[in-house]
């Protein structure tokens, strides 16, 4: 079973655990779930990391993941 999943850097961290590596299906839906690579939580949908990455490192992606992380739960 090949390995379907890749890890990218978000620029601001995991709400859980503060790392920016995380981890999508390669099929890369919009709706795909995006886990955080080293503690797993499930941080937010592949669209809202593209949203996240084309804003950069700030308080609005840092508000951003944290709805998103916040409405997983
Ligand atoms: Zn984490």
Do not use: W
């Not at 601001?12 to 503060?18: H, I, L, T, Y």
């Not at 592949?46 to 996240?52: C, D, K, L, S, V």
């Amino acid at each position: 079973m090949p390995d379907l999943s890749e890890d990218f850097r978000l620029p601001v961290g995991c709400p859980n655990c503060s790392s920016h590596r995380m981890r999508v299906s390669q099929v890369h839906n919009p709706d795909d779930k995006v886990f955080c690579a080293s503690c797993n939580t499930h941080v937010c949908l592949y669209h809202e990391a593209q949203e996240i990455i084309r804003k950069g490192a700030g308080s609005e992606s840092e508000a951003l993941l944290e709805e998103a992380a916040n409405r997983q739960r």
